[in-house]
């Protein structure tokens, strides 16, 4: 008993001595440990078992095992996994297949996949489950490949797979989008006569929608002859995945036919594809169905207030949905956050942030996100800034995607023409992605300073960071705002030749600007006649502006004319091109497009300005 008690695992579990347990039995203990776990109450057991050992009861086999499941069930008690891991040993339970695998799966759930490999390797016996969950455990540590590999070795082991593992196999070819790998399994799942299994039907047929495969899905969710709500939920998912709407109302409406009840899961994804396809009453006939079954939980009235949103006059309907369900969590908080933003009420998003935090909510990334999104277009930085300050002493707190947090903050300094802030900003990014980098170089060209968006994207190629196409289009804007036409040059044919990203429209619009304005109207031209897509309206438009500038109306009438071509009612063009023949003194030209202008009656649109008033913009 001395050596159980110097493992000195009560710092770890709540302390707790219950005296009146000195005459249960193990089996008893066993029986309450069981019994609080299943019901999910892990950090009781844990406490239990502490007790337990303080009173100088001996675990058993069946014990720890137990325990191991309670430790695998919480998030931050990888210590306690261990120090069980050390006892077991010492209580010689090293080679009890049972211990071992529920010791691996701690390992597995907590990310130490190493440590479950090195597990698994000391283990003298290995059964189905201890393969399985070292195959799962790769899986969802991100090694996908790995895990795949892991299944050739198991069955040379002499291991049959079960239905688990050929589940957890599937989902790995999945992730992976290996549709060879997949076939294969299927193939076998056929030869050992699995496909009547329910666990391994569903993977199956999420396997096929997620790579892309939905005939080969659709063909064998036909052939699952007990279909419940599950598999009909997978194949929606795939339709939604590649964004077919209309197959997903569809199949909803099949699956309404034949009387199967839909899920919450079933209710978001449909009230998601009434969202994208615009259809507002579909969505309220959805709505009213979803509240008659009882559907109120929050992730189905967050998809309601986003579908709400989305369509014009319809924000009332989100804010009285949200305010008969504030309570029900942050996510709810969020969509609707996001809701005021897409309807421009930047104003109420910001005051809807301080009710959330008066109302107890932590914010998450997303929240805050909102937040610097909506002081960007009310071009205030006030509380930007303190999302700033929130996030300087958070940062390792806050839940979601701090690194897009941190770009919405460089954004905002830029946007609000504070560079020295959002250079400090920057500075302060300890791992700075590819879209950092890209928006402190496109900052830059917003400001005029080519030089320094170029030391900066040599710093960033010097940090082994990888350029994208918006990397180099920020830089290209940069070198045509600052007008650094060799540098310009030498940064697109360093994304094209040492990189091979091809150009963009985007691309070749900047190359033109810059080549133009500084009077290379020839090279400008011969850009264009070597694109490897065809010229839009932006590429021509370039061109003309930069011939105005140069005097160059032989050149402008020819990109004017281009421009008609390609948007033949545009007013704007037919007055840049009438202009262009009348400084290069051809007046009957230029009479005849102010004719067809008159003819046609095309209208110019009005320019408006804005001023800002007490907190309120109106328009003028």
Same mark, same amino acid.
């Given at each position: 008993?001395?050596? %159980?008690?110097?493992? &000195?695992?009560?710092?770890?579990?709540?302390?707790?001595?219950?005296? #009146?347990?000195?005459?249960?039995?193990?089996?008893?203990?066993?029986?309450?440990?069981?019994?609080?776990?299943?019901?999910?109450?892990?950090?009781?057991?844990?406490?239990? +078992?502490?007790?337990?050992?303080?009173?100088?009861?001996?675990?058993?086999?069946?014990?720890?095992?137990?325990?191991?499941?309670?430790?695998?069930?919480?998030?931050?008690?990888?210590?306690?996994?261990?120090?069980?891991?050390? $006892?077991? !040993?010492?209580?010689?339970?090293?080679?009890? !297949? +049972?211990?071992?695998?529920?010791?691996?799966?701690?390992?597995?759930?907590?990310?130490?996949?190493?440590?479950?490999?090195?597990?698994?390797?000391?283990?003298?016996?290995?059964?189905?489950?201890?393969?399985?969950? $070292? !195959?799962?455990?790769y899986a969802r540590s991100g090694r996908v490949l790995e895990s795949l590999r892991l299944f050739p070795e198991m069955r040379m082991a002499g291991m049959e797979p079960n239905e688990v593992t050929l589940a957890v196999m599937l989902r790995s070819c999945a992730v992976e989008k290996n549709i060879y790998c997949g076939r294969k399994l299927y193939g076998f799942v056929i030869k050992r006569g699995f496909e009547s299994h329910e666990l391994v039907q569903n993977t199956i047929l999420m396997m096929f929608s997620r790579v892309g495969y939905l005939e080969e899905g659709e063909k064998f969710f036909g052939q699952i002859e007990k279909r419940n709500v599950i598999p009909w939920n997978i194949i929606m998912s795939g339709y939604s995945l590649f964004g077919d709407?209309?197959?997903?109302?569809?199949?909803?409406?099949?699956?309404?036919? #034949?009387?199967?009840?839909?899920?919450?899961?079933?209710?978001?994804?449909?009230?998601?594809?009434?969202?994208?396809?615009?259809?507002?009453?579909?969505?309220?006939?959805?709505?009213? +169905?979803?509240?008659? =079954?009882?559907?109120?939980?929050?992730?189905?009235?967050?998809?309601?207030?986003?579908?709400?949103?989305?369509?014009?006059?319809?924000?009332?309907?989100?804010? *009285?949905? +949200?305010?008969?369900?504030? =309570?029900?969590?942050?996510?709810?908080?969020?969509?609707?956050?996001?809701?005021?933003?897409?309807?421009?009420?930047?104003?109420?998003?910001? &005051?809807?942030?301080?009710?959330?935090?008066?109302?107890?909510?932590?914010?998450?990334?997303?929240?805050?996100?909102?937040?610097?999104?909506?002081?960007?277009?009310?071009?205030? @930085?006030?509380?930007?800034?303190?999302?700033?300050?929130?996030?300087?002493?958070?940062?390792?707190?806050?839940?979601?995607?701090?690194?897009?947090?941190?770009?919405? %903050?460089?954004?905002?300094?830029?946007?609000?023409?504070?560079?020295?802030?959002?250079?400090?900003?920057?500075?302060?990014?300890?791992?700075?992605? %590819?879209?950092?980098?890209?928006?402190?170089?496109?900052?830059?060209?917003?400001?005029?300073?080519?030089?320094?968006?170029?030391?900066?994207?040599?710093?960033?190629?010097?940090?082994?960071?990888?350029?994208?196409?918006?990397?180099?289009?920020?830089?290209?804007?940069?070198?045509?705002?600052?007008?650094?036409?060799?540098?310009?040059?030498?940064?697109?044919?360093?994304?094209?030749?040492?990189?091979?990203?091809?150009?963009?429209?985007? &691309?070749?619009?900047?190359?033109?600007?810059?080549?133009?304005?500084?009077?290379?109207?020839?090279?400008?031209?011969?850009?264009?006649?070597?694109?490897?897509?065809?010229?839009?309206?932006?590429?021509?438009?370039?061109?003309?502006?930069?011939?105005? %500038? &140069?005097?160059?109306?032989?050149?402008?009438?020819?990109?004017?004319?281009?421009?008609?071509?390609?948007?033949?009612?545009?007013?704007?063009?037919?007055?840049? $091109?009438?202009? =262009?023949?009348?400084?290069?003194?051809?007046?009957?030209?230029?009479?005849? !497009?102010? *004719?067809?202008?008159?003819?046609?009656?095309?209208? *110019?649109?009005?320019?408006? @300005?804005?001023?800002?008033?007490?907190?309120?913009?109106?328009?003028?």
């Open positions: 008993m001395q050596t %159980i008690q110097a493992f &000195h695992l009560g710092r770890y579990f709540c302390s707790r001595v219950v005296s #009146k347990f000195n005459a249960v039995s193990q089996n008893e203990w066993n029986s309450a440990f069981k019994a609080e776990i299943d019901a999910g109450f892990f950090d009781t057991a844990l406490s239990l +078992f502490s007790s337990m050992l303080a009173l100088g009861v001996r675990p058993d086999h069946f014990t720890l095992p137990l325990i191991n499941r309670a430790v695998s069930s919480l998030s931050d008690w990888f210590d306690v996994g261990e120090a069980i891991h050390s $006892l077991g !040993i010492r209580m010689g339970f090293q080679n009890d !297949i +049972f211990f071992c695998n529920t010791m691996m799966d701690v390992y597995v759930k907590y990310g130490w996949i190493s440590s479950a490999h090195y597990l698994f390797d000391e283990m003298h016996y290995r059964d189905v489950v201890s393969w399985t969950c $070292l !195959i799962s455990g709407v209309h197959r997903i109302v569809d199949c909803f409406e099949d699956m309404m036919s #034949k009387s199967i009840s839909p899920s919450h899961e079933t209710i978001t994804l449909v009230i998601s594809a009434f969202t994208k396809s615009g259809k507002l009453l579909h969505g309220q006939q959805v709505h009213a +169905f979803a509240e008659k =079954a009882g559907f109120a939980d929050m992730v189905c009235k967050s998809s309601l207030i986003d579908f709400y949103a989305k369509f014009e006059g319809e924000l009332s309907s989100s804010i *009285k949905l +949200f305010e008969e369900s504030k =309570a029900s969590g942050i996510n709810v908080w969020t969509t609707m956050l996001w809701g005021f933003i897409q309807n421009k009420q930047f104003l109420e998003a910001i &005051h809807l942030f301080r009710r959330m935090q008066c109302h107890g909510f932590v914010p998450n990334a997303d929240n805050l996100r909102a937040l610097v999104l909506a002081c960007i277009q009310q071009s205030t @930085s006030k509380y930007g800034n303190t999302v700033h300050g929130y996030l300087i002493r958070n940062k390792h707190s806050i839940n979601g995607d701090v690194e897009s947090l941190e770009t919405s %903050i460089l954004n905002m300094y830029m946007k609000s023409g504070c560079l020295l802030s959002a250079q400090r900003f920057f500075d302060s990014i300890i791992v700075k992605d %590819i879209v950092a980098w890209s928006s402190m170089m496109d900052g830059y060209a917003i400001h005029g300073r080519g030089s320094e968006a170029l030391q900066l994207f040599n710093q960033m190629r010097d940090e082994g960071v990888k350029p994208n196409s918006i990397t180099f289009l920020s830089l290209l804007t940069a070198c045509s705002h600052s007008g650094l036409v060799a540098e310009g040059c030498k940064v697109f044919n360093i994304m094209t030749g040492e990189y091979g990203i091809k150009p963009e429209l985007n &691309h070749y619009t900047c190359m033109v600007d810059i080549l133009g304005r500084s009077g290379k109207l020839k090279e400008a031209v011969e850009v264009i006649d070597n694109m490897i897509i065809d010229p839009d309206a932006r590429i021509w438009g370039a061109l003309l502006a930069t011939c105005r %500038i &140069h005097s160059d109306w032989k050149l402008a009438t020819y990109a004017g004319q281009k421009l008609l071509e390609l948007e033949p009612d545009n007013v704007g063009y037919h007055v840049v $091109l009438s202009n =262009a023949h009348a400084s290069g003194e051809k007046w009957d030209e230029s009479e005849k !497009i102010w *004719k067809m202008i008159s003819e046609k009656e095309m209208k *110019k649109n009005p320019g408006k @300005s804005g001023i800002e008033v007490q907190e309120g913009i109106h328009m003028l």
